[in-house]
């Protein structure tokens, strides 16, 4: 039987404080994997850090393991490691106790071919390619100078930023962002969808539709920046109708979309840079132009005023021009006279003839002739005149009797008149009588107002208004001299007075005269 001392007693395990367990494992592990040589694919390399070490990771489809190259041991290495590289790295598998994580100290590093996401980049590269969604011939140049931009990226990050102040520095235009995930799952489908969504935006909508699209992202992993490797969001831009700029990840870091889109940008503050121009520098272009304009403008005035100049120094003069039609008109003035008298005896000798045939038998038949002709046109016109006269008589017979039916229905229309002209008498003289009111009131506030702004409510408190000869007031002293003609206007009436000398002692006042003593009366104080 065990006895409960027994069961009670401390434990016999050794006991470990934290780093003396840590160590050991790091000695045992250092010594169990002293030398060894693992294959993987490197991921998650930026290059040397700042102090000149490389720090990544080695993986393969099930496993992942952290690694580190010295600065003195990176300097030896006959090439250099890329992200994606399937490489074998000989070293010492040891332990990092602070964190509790165990890493491999990579001694020498030599490729082993493609990795497996390089591979199948490679594969989705060719595939697309093949459909040529990245032909040259289907890229768009970039707008000018865009309204509108929008922008596919995190809401959150340092990308948005850097692009909204590389733009107002540049040229301050609208922006429109469209926030997605740029990592993760679902990624892909978000930048998928924003570009499409840009795409369907109308022109006159409520959310203005882009001239220029730019899907950026900062650096990244391989993994990180896979999402932008994905088959729907290369072609999604390939299909976009609104020019596309790709800003994913570093200078050095290339994915699918750069290849469909219509412009790949090495950072997202380069692709700001390509979206819009310099405002300044148009500024000085359009200043520069329009110098040239006006230069040029002047060249051209002055060669056509040579050219007119040497136009008219080719033109003959007025005197050359006026010779032959002043010689024809002083030709024919001279042979006006002749002619005038050749013509004249011609009509002499015309109607001389004419004459001779006429006889006083002729002119009687034709006077006879004419007489009889007026006598039947006036027969023909009595005729007409009395037939006009028969059918107005008619007609007349034909009204009156019309008319004598007609002053029953004029009496009612006339009583129907009159009462509407009574009424509307009646709301004239009412809107007239209005009227006045509305007026003499209007007069009445106007007058007020006039009143409280006249001087000679200044007089009725005390004050006089001094004018001169000519009737001007005199607003200050300097005005008056002495000797000068003066005129005081007070509230009851004006009197003239004359200026005096400047310190003259004042007019003394009259005396008055002694007062009789008062004679006190029996009467009391009220008081």
């Keep these: 039987m065990t006895s409960s001392f027994d069961s009670d007693s401390p434990s016999n395990v050794a006991e470990y404080s934290v780093s003396e367990?840590?160590?050991?494992?790091?000695?045992?592990?250092?010594?169990?994997?002293?030398?060894?040589?693992?294959?993987?694919?490197i991921s998650g390399y930026r290059g040397p850090h700042s102090s000149g070490h490389a720090y990544f990771a080695l993986k393969d489809d099930r496993a992942r393991m952290e690694a580190v190259i010295w600065k003195g041991t990176f300097a030896r290495l006959k090439f250099r490691p890329e992200e994606g590289m399937e490489v074998i790295a000989t070293g010492r598998v040891t332990t990092f106790p602070g964190s509790s994580k165990y890493q491999i100290v990579i001694d020498s590093l030599e490729p082993a071919g493609a990795g497996a996401l390089m591979a199948l980049?490679?594969?989705?590269?060719?595939?697309?390619?093949?459909?040529?969604?990245f032909d040259p011939a289907r890229?768009?140049?970039?707008?000018?100078?865009?309204?509108?931009?929008?922008?596919?990226?995190?809401?959150?990050?340092?990308?948005i930023r850097d692009i909204l102040h590389r733009i107002a520095d540049r040229f301050p235009v609208h922006v429109v962002v469209w926030p997605v995930r740029v990592q993760g799952d679902g990624a892909s489908e978000e930048v998928a969808a924003a570009i499409r969504g840009?795409?369907?935006?109308?022109?006159?909508?409520?959310?203005?539709?882009?001239?220029v699209l730019i899907v950026a992202r900062g650096g990244g992993s391989l993994e990180?920046?896979?999402?932008?490797?994905?088959?729907?969001?290369?072609?999604?831009?390939?299909?976009?109708?609104i020019p596309l700029i790709s800003?994913?990840?570093?200078?050095?870091?290339?994915?699918?979309?750069?290849?469909?889109?219509?412009?790949?940008?090495?950072?997202?503050t380069g692709a700001a840079e390509m979206a819009v121009p310099v405002k300044a520098d148009l500024e000085a272009q359009v200043a520069n132009l329009s110098a040239r304009l006006q230069a040029s403008a002047t060249r051209q005035m002055?060669?056509?005023?040579?050219?007119?100049?040497?136009?008219?120094?080719?033109?003959?003069?007025?005197?050359?021009?006026?010779?032959?039609?002043?010689?024809?008109?002083?030709?024919?003035?001279?042979?006006?006279?002749?002619?005038?008298?050749?013509n004249t005896a011609n009509k002499r000798r015309s109607f001389e003839r004419v004459g001779a045939h006429l006889r006083p038998e002729l002119l009687t038949t034709r006077i006879r002739d004419h007489r009889r002709h007026l006598l039947e046109a006036m027969n023909k016109a009595e005729r007409c005149v009395e037939r006009q006269i028969d059918r107005r008589q008619a007609r007349v017979s034909a009204a009156d009797a019309s008319l004598r039916a007609f002053p029953s229905r004029l009496l009612g229309q006339l009583h129907r008149a009159s009462d509407r002209v009574s009424g509307l008498s009646a709301r004239a003289d009412g809107a007239m009588a209005a009227e006045l009111r509305r007026l003499k009131g209007a007069l009445a506030a106007q007058d007020r107002v006039l009143q409280s702004l006249s001087y000679r409510n200044v007089l009725q408190r005390g004050f006089a208004l001094v004018r001169d000869a000519a009737g001007e007031p005199v607003k200050q002293a300097a005005a008056v001299t002495p000797g000068m003609a003066l005129s005081l206007e007070f509230a009851d009436g004006s009197v003239s007075a004359v200026a005096g000398e400047e310190g003259a002692p004042p007019t003394p006042a009259p005396k008055k005269r002694a007062s009789r003593p008062v004679v006190p009366t029996k009467q009391g104080s009220l008081f």
């Design 21 to 41: 367990l840590s160590g050991s494992i790091k000695r045992t592990l250092e010594q169990a994997f002293e030398h060894v040589r693992v294959r993987g694919e």
């Design 121 to 133: 980049l490679e594969e989705r590269k060719r595939k697309l390619a093949a459909e040529g969604l």
């Design 139 to 159: 890229k768009r140049p970039l707008p000018f100078m865009p309204k509108v931009i929008g922008v596919v990226t995190s809401p959150t990050g340092a990308v």
């Design 198 to 211: 840009f795409n369907a935006l109308e022109g006159d909508g409520p959310i203005p539709r882009p001239d």
């Design 224 to 241: 990180d920046l896979w999402g932008f490797n994905d088959e729907a969001v290369v072609r999604a831009a390939a299909a976009s109708g």
């Design 247 to 268: 800003a994913v990840g570093h200078e050095t870091d290339w994915t699918l979309i750069d290849h469909a889109a219509d412009q790949r940008a090495p950072t997202p």
């Design 302 to 342: 002055d060669h056509r005023r040579h050219a007119l100049r040497a136009l008219a120094r080719a033109l003959p003069s007025l005197d050359q021009l006026l010779a032959l039609p002043r010689r024809r008109f002083d030709e024919a003035a001279a042979g006006l006279g002749r002619g005038l008298q050749m």
